[in-house]
């Protein structure tokens, strides 16, 4: 059937949508034959334009005899008809850019911001689209800056299908392929947006077109490859086959076998029929011919689902979820990329968005043309297209076809790549070979092993070696972490944080000091490990030897122990033999002078009890009493009391008459513990019941200590009026507030003596410690002159360092070595210096002197000397 370009816009009616389309499908099957198309489940505003391929006939070329490649093909003319793979769908106001969705999934943008890459975009490069035309004065393609009405950057373009010069897009299938490729727009950014763009129409307006049409217009591709250094061809196109294994037809498997050994990338779409052909492997043609790159269509962004006309649906989509309709091959697959929705370039100013594998391809196609443009800047070189397929697929993403796919279609369960431009690009740099002479670094510990101090910095060095090549100006960067079995932690560092830095060679220099400040402190800790990294060397540089170690040593010793609280009375007086375990009861110890008739105190029961009051009927006023006991301290202490107590008033106590619970520390003022105040004659008993009391008697000092725990009643009227009070579990406790200090003196020992006359001479000293020995320790040490200077001591400076103490050790000999010479000078003093005592430590005596004595003799002051003055004559 025949039939020329329709176009139907819809809307749902009351019989639904699902069956509008179900009838339009029907509807067309015929008309279809060549050419079926798919379109998505769409909003009622969106608009599907369908296209009939009409197959007309076209002249073919010819082919001259000739050893040149470009003439090492046939003409065939064939008159099979062609067909797009892509759905074109109107733009409404949620379009997502290109570069917002395509882009970032294959990583493209990440390609353009690598300063690996800077300026590849295709610049100097053509690539060729066989479609439906282009949009000539599309701003996509370039401004039009002489006004002919064609975009700058078209250098090319020709109607194969028509036989004219005219490329004109009336579909916009070609537009929107083109504009994938080689967008130059700056929200809707192709793969390559500085490549030349060449269109060679081979659809006539009407949508018709044939393999004839695509054979002259890779013939046309042959001939004028190297004049516009074409890197890629794209054929969004096919014969809606699904071919399982490599096939040539139509008489242009010769032009494509050709432009491969040109190292002309030809790239084909996969097709859209893997629904119709019931999920059977395979792929269009050329799309399988083994000189294409067949290309299949994954979505480029997550979202609602899709159905198409051809039947296949998505339910819901994800990106990289391979599409339903996308063909597909275990072996003729060589790379996915997105295909859907995709929105570019249409017919006219308008955009358009379509799903297809038409749009993958082009992904592709413009991915050759930066492949090709890098190769030959890194490598000197274009890529074979063997090369390039192999890349795409060792760089590329895998995806599953099964995983995430959400269809109405069966899933190959096998897994293909999908395109990664920044992996690609990596792997064609990787291909150049390395510096037949790099520079080579490595890293070595110089002082790196060594105590931290107690404060300020310690500085760890280590050395950064270049060989190799050291003619240039080179670089690597250092880092620090924590390593080994007790890491250390950022804050062990100055700054706070892990030191990092970049060690910059200049021409000729081959090694460099790295210093790491450690900060010091005085916390216990154990030896702490570090480890220095080289990385990120410099272009074309190595690394031989990446990390080096060093260690934090501790200098510290463990702080003295808390002080140990102290039992100083604990008596629950529950046992009789000891009764009131060291207490007396003393009478009138509160005020008054109403003597034992009034005031009693015994232990009874388990507790010290007493009774003011009672015995008749006068009226008796101050009666007090308490029971009183001493402690020690052997020295100052925090010191608390804590006791239980029961105070209860007999009935008839009057308002002005009350009792009282109190104690006192060493003869002081009575301190209140609780009271009771009569409510007049007739009243009921009172009493408080079993309290706990507990009061810090505060720092009190070595010594002995005494107190009184006790009562007082203000007043009594008859003999019924009694106030007794009962004590138990009385505890006194202190804690010392400060445990014995350890001293540590320096004395000299055998430090007065002669220099020598070589090596070194041993001077001695004595460090003691004395108090508290228990825990290890240690004391740095320094030696200073007015006389002497590093020169006169061995090693050439002045000496210092740590004297360490073990736990329970009392003394140390610190060893200083002074160096011979046979020069006459002075005896030299000098004085060793203790400082930095670790904690819980004192120093009581921090200087010692030793001299050293001159042991060589003074140059003579006296010189004779002799001369002949008349000793030459005859003798006579």
Do not use: C
Not at 42 to 70: C, M, N, Q, R, W
């Amino acid at each position: 059937m025949r039939s020329s370009f329709r176009s139907f816009k819809y809307a749902p009616d009351s019989d639904g949508r699902e069956g509008f389309l179900a009838d339009l499908r029907e509807s067309f099957t015929d008309l279809f034959a060549y050419d079926r198309f798919d379109w998505p489940d769409l909003p009622s505003t969106s608009s599907v334009t369908f296209h009939a391929i009409k197959p007309v006939e076209v002249a073919g070329g010819s082919s001259g005899a000739s050893d040149d490649p470009v003439t090492l093909y046939t003409t065939t003319n064939s008159d099979v008809p062609i067909r797009t793979f892509g759905q074109v769908v109107e733009v409404d106001g949620g379009t997502v850019p290109l570069s917002n969705t395509s882009g970032p999934v294959i990583g493209v943008d990440d390609f353009r911001v690598d300063a690996r890459f800077a300026g590849v975009d295709g610049s100097g490069y053509s690539v060729v689209v066989l479609d439906s035309g282009i949009d000539l004065d599309d701003p996509f393609f370039g401004p039009d800056a002489n006004n002919d009405g064609v975009a700058d950057r078209i250098v090319y373009h020709y109607d194969f299908a028509d036989n004219d010069a005219d490329a004109s897009d009336a579909d916009g299938h070609g537009s929107n392929v083109t504009s994938i490729a080689a967008s130059s727009d700056g929200t809707y950014t192709g793969m390559a947006p500085g490549a030349d763009i060449i269109s060679l129409k081979v659809f006539s307006d009407n949508g018709s077109g044939f393999f004839s049409d695509i054979e002259q217009a890779l013939q046309w591709v042959i001939n004028n490859a190297e004049a516009y250094n074409i890197a890629s061809v794209n054929m969004s196109l096919g014969d809606g086959g699904n071919y399982g294994s490599p096939v040539g037809l139509y008489g242009i498997a010769d032009e494509l076998s050709v432009l491969a050994s040109m190292d002309v990338i030809v790239v084909s779409a996969s097709g859209n029929s893997f629904y119709e052909v019931n999920s059977i492997q395979g792929v269009a043609y050329p799309s399988a011919d083994p000189n294409s790159l067949s290309v299949g269509a994954v979505y480029d962004s997550s979202g609602g689902g899709f159905s198409y006309g051809s039947g296949a649906i998505a339910y819901s989509r994800t990106t990289d979820q391979i599409t339903p309709f996308s063909q597909r091959d275990d072996n003729l697959s060589d790379i996915f990329a997105p295909g859907a929705p995709i929105t570019g370039a249409g017919a006219g100013a308008s955009l358009t968005t379509m799903h297809g594998t038409s749009q993958a391809a082009p992904h592709i196609a413009g991915i050759a043309v930066l492949a090709q443009q890098l190769a030959e800047q890194e490598l000197g070189r274009k890529l074979t297209v063997t090369e390039f397929t192999d890349l795409l697929a060792s760089s590329g993403d895998s995806i599953f076809d099964g995983d995430d796919e959400d269809d109405n279609v069966v899933n190959s369960g096998s897994t293909y790549q999908r395109v990664n431009v920044l992996a690609l690009a990596e792997a064609i740099i990787a291909l150049a070979p390395p510096d037949p002479d790099p520079a080579v670094f490595s890293i070595s510990a110089l002082d790196a092993e060594k105590p931290e101090g107690d404060s300020g910095t310690t500085s760890y060095s280590f050395t950064v070696a270049r060989s190799g090549n050291t003619s240039g100006n080179d670089s690597v960067d250092y880092g620090v972490t924590g390593s080994g079995a007790d890491p250390s932690a950022a804050d062990d560092f100055q700054g706070g944080g892990f030191p990092s830095g970049q060690v910059t060679f200049a021409p000729g220099e081959t090694s460099k000091v790295v210093t790491v400040e450690v900060l010091g402190d005085g916390d216990l800790e154990g030896d702490e490990g570090f480890t220095v990294t080289l990385s990120n060397p410099s272009a074309g540089a190595e690394i031989s030897v990446a990390s080096a170690e060093g260690v934090i040593g501790n200098d510290d010793s463990a702080p003295p122990p808390p002080p140990e609280t102290l039992v100083l009375i604990d008596s629950d007086f529950e046992d009789p033999g000891t009764g009131a375990d060291g207490f007396t009861y003393v009478a009138d110890v509160f005020g008054g002078t109403t003597g034992p008739s009034y005031t009693r105190g015994e232990w009874s029961e388990g507790e010290l009890t007493m009774l003011l009051g009672g015995s008749d009927d006068d009226d008796v006023f101050d009666m007090s009493g308490g029971w009183q006991r001493s402690f020690t301290l052997d020295q100052d202490a925090e010191v608390s009391l804590s006791f239980l107590y029961t105070l209860t008033q007999a009935q008839s106590y009057e308002a002005d008459e009350y009792s009282q619970v109190l104690f006192s520390l060493n003869g002081g003022p009575p301190q209140l513990v609780a009271e009771i105040v009569g409510d007049g004659n007739g009243g009921g008993e009172k009493t408080t019941g079993q309290q706990a009391f507990v009061a810090d008697l505060g720092l009190l000092p070595s010594g002995t200590h005494t107190i009184v725990l006790g009562g007082y009643n203000n007043k009594k009227t008859y003999n019924n009026e009694v106030t007794e009070i009962r004590f138990d579990d009385v505890q006194v406790t202190g804690t010392p507030t400060a445990l014995p200090a350890t001293s540590l003196s320096v004395i000299a020992d055998d430090a007065v003596k002669a220099e020598g006359d070589g090596d070194s001479t041993t001077f001695t000293f004595t460090v003691t410690r004395t108090g508290d020995t228990s825990q290890a320790g240690s004391v740095d040490y320094a030696v200073t002159s007015t006389q002497a200077d590093g020169a006169d001591f061995f090693g050439g400076v002045l000496p210092s360092g740590t004297v360490s103490f073990g736990a329970g050790e009392a003394n140390a000999t610190l060893t200083i070595e002074v160096a011979g010479d046979t020069d006459f000078e002075g005896d030299e003093a000098f004085t060793v210096t203790l400082s930095n005592a670790s904690a819980g430590s004192e120093i009581t005596e921090s200087n010692a002197q030793g001299t050293i004595q001159n042991d060589d003799p003074a140059p003579p002051s006296t010189f004779l000397s002799i001369a002949a003055d008349d000793a030459v004559k005859a003798e006579g």
